[in-house]
């Protein structure tokens, strides 16, 4: 197949032969004109189109929807030093990324329609995956105005995803009527949840690691307190809420409490907080620096289950690169957080697919199904029939890889699985039927048409 | 050993080759010529991105009476303050040719980067980071505390530990570094902690610590203390609400001359009374308290420069080296001419400052 790469036309049409759909059966998929035209235990020859298809040989295989990132940050507008919104959406298609939802906190902020349609734009002319801007809430995230939801929302990016990520929304009045206001036009407000003045200059987890490395802690509660306040004023003015990066035992409880009580709240965890735990800051090295911190393995084991059990509903990546001066430093000087695109599908394998606690179906529920949901996201997170968009992926589950930084495609070294060896290797991404890794490599991007790339007065044009 | 980062990694053997060896250079610094050529042609570099004259001073008398060349870096004034990172910094002074880094710096963990990372090959001495540790204060300490309990028990301190040694801690343990290094080194000594501080100045987490803690100085007292040590207090504490006003935290935790009159009345006779300094005198100790014959406060300083010592030279001259008392004794007689004037000497001569650099 190698050779026959169709590139900016997206005109291909591939058949991928025996992959086991959502870790079940196997069957073909037909994709073609951005759609899967055909699924069939072996489609034959007279089905139109089969024959001309590039055959794609998924003995082995799984095959899943395209993966859905609720929260990624992909630094530009402001800081191309960390991430361009090219680097970072190559880095989305290599990790089994449809789509990825691109938080608001780039220099400018994202609070206005003209930035949010600037992001779309970038993405857009990238085209290796779906870039869903989330709008900030508050004007310059500075916790004090709203931010022109209702501009966002109707812009050309649609916005349907508001957050404040990196800072929380701490002042109740401010979160309450974000809450309301956006539910006219359907959107969620995202909170980070951390209350400032209970982490003032906290650097890790607060527990017995901290007490030992003399490190500032950042406690739990400061996590649960946001949540336990936020799920009962989304309860109050009927709003819908989700919570960014749960990271403590104590935060699943309360959403567990929530979810019982018909609360429309969702939840979110990284890779990273289902694998590792504070120990790692015992080394002082800032690629274990985060937030919310790495925590304790009773958190970790306890943010499992809630995945499994639909307590919490996604995998968010909190891909955050930096660039390696921002890391090469003092713990206390460090900026926080990590890559996680190349890595999610394989941390999630390793943590929840070979401990038992869940099945590949699972696996497209978390990381596509569900976060398509929250983000309003149309024709991303559908089933894999004859008539759906073809948003696809193909992956070996056999394969182990050992994690190498240098050779990511993001920007950003700072992963903190670097030298770890994984399970789990992404073959193939199909982006609206057009491939765009394939044999594990990057293919080539999608092209859209050249009316979805104009993003008016304040996007640019290709 | 190749740094001194901590207390909490030091081995009871590494421990007591330390304290034993500050006796040794102890005997050095009452003598008349208070020099070892040990560490000629050595640099020790002085990294302190926190002001601490009386430790940079410690550590500069230590390497000088080795008689390492020595230099200050303060990072005030510097181009670190300008933003050069801390990587920058230890890579010029590698290329400087430094043997010895001693850091004091206060973001906790600061010491550990550079040792972790390849950014310098030097030995890497911590000073004092953040809120974690300040390895040699304790040491120090464990030092002052080995000579009293010894000369009690009538033996000899050289190779002595701590077993069964009360020492109370008293003060701000959440912010500071001597008292997590002394728990973890009393503890590796034998000697039986107790922690006293309010609440509020108690990480969470202690109660893993192996020691004790005590919200009540007085209790802790009566139960009995050989060593009560205790620690500076921030006022600006105050004023983040971790206690309600200074005056209610000298009654309560402050070792005062109430407190003083009770070592007599309870017939805790040889109880010492420690402070590593600088001391808020009628804050978390009395002036009476200060001064008393009980106080080993000048006795810590002393200490500290034998401590030193012999932790430069315990990690410059290499594990193979000869112990330090040979060469105390070899080299006596020798030393004491050439060692007044050699720094100057290898000031005028950079090539033998720093040819021994190539060969490591
Ligand atoms: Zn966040």
Redesign the interface.
């Known amino acids: 197949m190698a050779d026959q790469h169709q590139n900016a036309d997206n005109s291909g049409a591939h058949l991928i032969r025996g992959a086991s759909i959502l870790g079940g059966a196997a069957e073909d998929l037909l994709i073609r004109d951005g759609v899967i035209a055909a699924r069939g235990r072996h489609l034959d020859a007279d089905v139109a189109g089969v024959r001309e298809a590039t055959v794609i040989d998924a003995a082995g295989l799984v095959a899943l929807p395209g993966m859905v990132d609720i929260h990624t940050h992909l630094r530009e507008p402001g800081r191309e030093d960390a991430e361009t919104v090219e680097t970072g959406t190559r880095a989305a298609a290599l990790g089994g990324y449809t789509a990825v939802h691109a938080m608001a906190n780039s220099t400018p902020v994202a609070d206005t329609a003209g930035v949010v349609e600037q992001v779309l734009t970038l993405g857009r002319t990238a085209g290796w995956v779906d870039v869903r801007p989330v709008g900030a809430v508050t004007v310059g995230l500075a916790g004090e105005q709203l931010a022109e939801l209702g501009a966002m929302a109707d812009s050309r990016a649609h916005v349907r995803v508001f957050s404040d990520d990196g800072i929380c929304v701490h002042d109740p009045v401010l979160m309450r009527r974000a809450l309301e206001y956006v539910k006219a036009f359907d959107g969620v407000v995202a909170q980070h949840a951390q209350e400032p003045r209970l982490t003032a200059g906290a650097q890790m987890n607060e527990g017995e690691v901290s007490a030992v490395l003399g490190l500032a802690g950042w406690p739990a509660v400061a996590e649960e307190s946001i949540i336990a306040r936020d799920v009962l004023l989304a309860q109050h003015v009927g709003s819908r809420l989700h919570v960014c990066h749960v990271s403590t035992a104590g935060s699943v409880e309360i959403i567990r409490w929530a979810k019982s009580r018909g609360v429309n709240v969702t939840a979110e965890v990284t890779p990273h907080h289902l694998w590792l735990t504070d120990e790692l800051a015992r080394s002082y090295d800032p690629v274990y620096k985060v937030n919310p911190p790495l925590r304790t393995d009773a958190d970790v084991q306890a943010l499992r289950a809630a995945l499994a059990d639909g307590t919490i509903d996604v995998v968010g990546t909190d891909h955050a690169p930096h660039p390696s001066e921002h890391k090469e430093c003092e713990w206390a000087q460090a900026a926080m957080g990590m890559t996680g695109l190349e890595t999610a599908l394989s941390v999630v394998q390793h943590t929840m697919i070979e401990t038992g606690l869940m099945g590949w179906e699972d696996f497209a529920r978390v990381t596509s199904t569900a976060p398509a949901a929250i983000g309003r996201v149309q024709d991303q997170g559908r089933p894999l029939e004859a008539g759906e968009p073809a948003n696809v992926i193909l992956v070996d589950p056999a394969a182990r890889w050992t994690v190498d930084p240098s050779k990511m495609a993001t920007m950003g070294r700072n992963s903190p699985f670097a030298g770890r060896e994984l399970p789990g290797k992404v073959v193939a991404t199909f982006f609206k039927g057009h491939p765009t890794v394939l044999d594990g490599k990057l293919n080539t991007p999608y092209r859209w048409p050249v009316d979805a790339l104009d993003a008016g007065p304040a996007g640019r044009r290709p | 050993m190749r740094h001194l980062l901590s207390t909490?990694d030091l081995s009871l053997h590494n421990a007591i080759r330390i304290l034993d060896t500050a006796e040794e250079m102890a005997a050095v610094g009452e003598r008349e010529v208070k020099k070892l050529p040990a560490l000629r042609g050595r640099t020790v570099v002085n990294l302190f991105f926190e002001d601490s004259t009386r430790t940079r001073i410690s550590f500069e008398a230590a390497a000088k009476r080795l008689s390492a060349d020595v230099i200050n870096f303060a990072a005030k004034g510097s181009s670190v303050s300008k933003g050069e990172?801390?990587?920058d910094t230890a890579q010029t002074l590698a290329a400087m040719g430094a043997d010895a880094v001693v850091i004091r710096?206060?973001?906790?963990?600061?010491p550990?980067?550079l040792a972790?990372?390849d950014w310098i090959d030097a030995a890497v001495i911590n000073a004092g980071?953040?809120?974690?540790?300040h390895p040699t204060q304790a040491l120090l300490d464990a030092f002052t505390m080995r000579r009293h309990w010894s000369k009690l028990a009538g033996t000899p301190s050289a190779g002595a530990d701590l077993k069964g040694m009360r020492v109370a801690i008293a003060g701000d343990v959440l912010h500071s570094?001597v008292a997590?290094s002394n728990v973890w080194l009393l503890r590796t000594l034998g000697a039986e902690v107790t922690l006293v501080a309010p609440p509020t100045l108690l990480?969470?987490?202690?109660e893993?610590?192996p020691c004790a803690v005590s919200f009540d100085l007085d209790e802790t007292l009566a139960q009995g203390v050989d060593a009560m040590m205790m620690l500076r207090v921030q006022g600006e504490r105050m004023n983040a609400s971790f206690f309600p006003t200074t005056r209610e935290y000298s009654r309560r935790w402050g070792f005062d001359d109430n407190r003083l009159r009770a070592l007599d009345s309870l017939g805790l006779k040889d109880t010492i009374i420690m402070h590593p300094g600088p001391m808020n005198r009628g804050l978390e100790i009395s002036a009476a308290a200060a001064d008393s014959p009980r106080s080993t406060v000048l006795a810590q300083v002393r200490n500290g420069v034998s401590v030193r010592m012999a932790a430069l030279y315990l990690l410059l001259s290499g594990e193979n080296r000869e112990p330090a008392a040979a060469a105390v004794s070899a080299s006596a007689a020798a030393s004491a001419a050439a060692s007044s004037d050699a720094p100057a000497a290898h000031a005028a001569n950079p090539n033998l400052t720093y040819s021994h650099q190539e060969s490591h």
């Open positions: 909490e990172s801390l990587k710096h206060w973001a906790s963990g600061a550990h980067r972790a990372t980071d953040g809120t974690h540790e570094r997590r990480p969470i987490g202690v893993k610590w």
